[in-house]
């Protein structure tokens, strides 16, 4: 008998790139800020890799998406939530968060 995964999304995925801004919304979980890609995104989700070993499930984030630079008028930032983290290889992470809310 084979294992299937049990799928908890409520909307699609879209495979796109874009880039993020991200940082803790709490200093006491650490003080960082990356910047990397999403691989795929939902109504509610992203998904992205990441060389930083920072995060954890239940961490909140506040992150802007997409991000172009920091003075951007037009930025859309976020609370989010890390719902899952995925060991991609030796030093790189698969980070999935929940978006909370606009911010």
Do not use: C, W
């Not at 084979?2 to 801004?21: D, M, V, Y």
């Not at 930032?77 to 909370?100: H, S, W």
């Amino acid at each position: 008998m084979t294992a299937e995964r049990l799928e908890h999304r409520r909307n699609p995925r879209a495979k796109i790139s874009r880039n993020l801004r991200i940082r803790p919304s709490n200093a006491d979980h650490g003080d960082f800020e990356d910047f990397p890609q999403t691989v795929n995104v939902s109504k509610n989700g992203l998904y992205f890799s990441t060389k930083l070993p920072n995060y954890r499930v239940g961490l909140r984030l506040f992150v802007i998406y997409p991000f172009t630079y920091k003075e951007d008028p037009m930025k859309s930032e976020y609370l989010a939530e890390v719902v899952r983290v995925d060991k991609l290889g030796e030093k790189q992470f698969g980070v999935a968060v929940n978006l909370i809310a606009a911010i």
